[in-house]
């Protein structure tokens, strides 16, 4: 099983719509969540740290379920300027540095 | 906003070639990574880089890798002898404490 999954989508939504996307990890011992952006060809973009109990920027809202381990983001009103691949990223401390990655859900808003 | 910046942004090289791929890394920033990802595939982490020392590598970093901070800005990554498969993009992250890592916009490597 992998360390951090994700639906690789595509999700096509229209403008103003709402989507969600899901990210299960299989670690327990992970501490730590984010969702990044990617653009094509471009670096990975911090969009929001996820907290324990949930959190909100704008239009995005992250949860984490410890208990079933999962961490999930919810865009409102989708932009087209939302399109990009979503990741999930999730990182251990204890001794390790490192970011494991998700695949990414690639999402497109269509006009 | 301070950000990490890269060069080459982009790299073309014979195989078995050796590279250099250079990173300036946020000012005030202590943690220091390198990931790459194959075309189409996740971004896989390489190295972390902690008090002038790696602190964890990965099993793709081999004996052909190395990292080095050479001044008090720069961090950089050398392939000894590239290979095809070592066609990617590279991407330089740091971070002041062992959280919200920020990433360059990456060099991309074309080995031929």
């Known amino acids: 099983r992998k360390e951090v999954e994700q639906d690789p989508g595509p999700f096509n939504v229209p403008e103003g719509a709402t989507v969600a996307f899901n990210c299960t990890y299989s670690n327990s011992a992970s501490q730590s969540f984010f969702w990044y952006r990617q653009d094509c060809r471009k670096e990975p973009k911090l969009l929001m740290s996820?907290?324990?109990s949930g959190n909100e920027d704008g239009r995005f809202t992250a949860q984490l379920n410890r208990a079933s381990q999962y961490i999930s983001l919810l865009i409102r009103d989708s932009k087209l300027s939302d399109s990009a691949t979503y990741l999930c990223v999730v990182h251990r401390s204890s001794g390790t540095y490192k970011y494991i990655f998700g695949t990414g859900t690639r999402l497109k808003v269509l006009a | 906003e301070p950000e990490v910046t890269q060069t080459p942004s982009h790299q073309v090289t014979q195989m078995g070639q050796e590279v250099i791929l250079r990173c300036v890394p946020i000012s005030n920033h202590l943690y220091f990574y390198w990931y790459r990802q194959i075309l189409g595939q996740k971004v896989e982490f390489l190295v972390s880089f902690y008090n002038n020392e790696i602190s964890e590598k990965s099993e793709i970093f081999d004996d052909q890798f190395s990292v080095e901070r050479p001044d008090g800005s720069n961090f950089t990554l050398k392939i000894r002898s590239t290979k095809l498969e070592d066609s990617a993009m590279y991407f330089c992250?740091?971070?002041?404490?062992?959280?919200?890592?920020?990433f360059g916009p990456g060099t991309r490597l074309t080995v031929l």
């Open positions: 992250a740091s971070s002041d404490r062992e959280n919200e890592q920020f």
């Open positions: 996820v907290y324990s």
